[in-house]
């Protein structure tokens, strides 16, 4: 069994993180629109560059899932980002 975490900012996503049963660990960045979508919010909002910037980080509670490091952290990044922008959608 794998355990995973996912990093965001404010409640966007940044990355995953997956460790699997043979302790192999794996990071995944999602695509660059995520943190466009960071810097986006931290600039209109003064905040780059600021310790309420860093401090807004977190990991998310850690969950687990069957797989591999190196698949899993590809397919969780890609669930990740495609919740993220269907609760996020215009519309």
């Known amino acids: 069994m794998a355990t995973y975490r996912v990093m965001s900012w404010r409640g966007i996503p940044s990355q995953v993180k997956v460790t699997d049963d043979t302790g192999a660990t794996v990071s995944k960045m999602l695509p660059d629109f995520f943190q466009q979508e960071i810097d986006r919010v931290a600039m209109a909002e003064g905040l780059a560059g600021t ?16 797989g591999v490091a190196e698949p899993l952290a590809e397919e969780l990044a890609l669930e990740v980002a495609q919740a993220w922008q269907r609760e996020n959608a215009a519309g």
Do not use: M, Q
């Open 51 to 66: 310790d309420e910037y860093l401090e807004a980080w977190a990991w998310s509670a850690e969950a687990e899932r069957e």
